[in-house]
């Protein structure tokens, strides 16, 4: 799957934290109908397995909306689901290797708080960058807080798309203009509110209007 950049306006990174007794693929679809445009699953604590059924459920859910999905870390789940691709960190496998097993078709994301990070990445096959964090954020502690400035340095040293990530709300995403990103990926802004497709939405719109502002 090539990956365009307007698939990356708004990227929905998922969270078992929030789903408050509800299924995972329910809250899932629910973000996707107030128009989501790509789809990282993320798992730390599933066994492998219940990961697995998990993936193959919500990678079905993701080709009935056509939007991409790719799997957080780990890429021996990602080649089992045959998922669109995979997404990595800077303390996870190195682009380089991943895509030594996912092949050239796959779709790559990186991590990245630097610029060099960034380079680094798109050289060694990223195929996009997920920079931050831009805002403070409860979901990850260890995250490092990027600069405004750091963002807009990092989308003018790669030629490959850059989504922001890390804090964004719809009240603080326009902070964000002229920064060159092409998207933004949240977890809470869409999977903690009480109506997923109703925040989605409205996040969605805010989007458009601010990586219009950037081109």
Known sequence: MRLDKKDLLLYAVTDRHWLNGRELEEVVRE???????????????????????????????CQEYNVPFVINDNVDLAIAVD??????????????????????????????????????????????????????????????????????????????????????????LAELSGSGICGIAVISAIYAQKQIKEATKELKTKTESMVNENE
């Open 83 to 172: 998922a669109d691709g995979v997404h990595v960190g800077q303390s996870d496998m190195e682009a380089g290797e991943v895509r030594k097993k996912l092949g050239p078709d796959k779709i790559i994301g990186v991590s990245a708080q630097t610029v060099e990070q960034a380079i680094l990445a798109e050289k060694r096959g990223a195929d996009y960058l997920g920079v931050g964090a831009v805002f403070s954020t409860s979901t990850k502690s260890d995250a490092k807080e990027v600069t405004y400035d750091t963002l807009k340095e990092i989308c003018n040293a790669v030629n490959i798309p850059v989504v922001a990530i890390g804090g964004i709300t719809s009240e603080n």
């Open 31 to 61: 973000s996707l109908d107030g128009g989501v445009t790509f789809l990282q699953i993320r798992e730390k604590n599933l066994e492998e397995e219940s990961f697995l059924k998990e993936a193959t459920k919500i990678k079905t859910l």
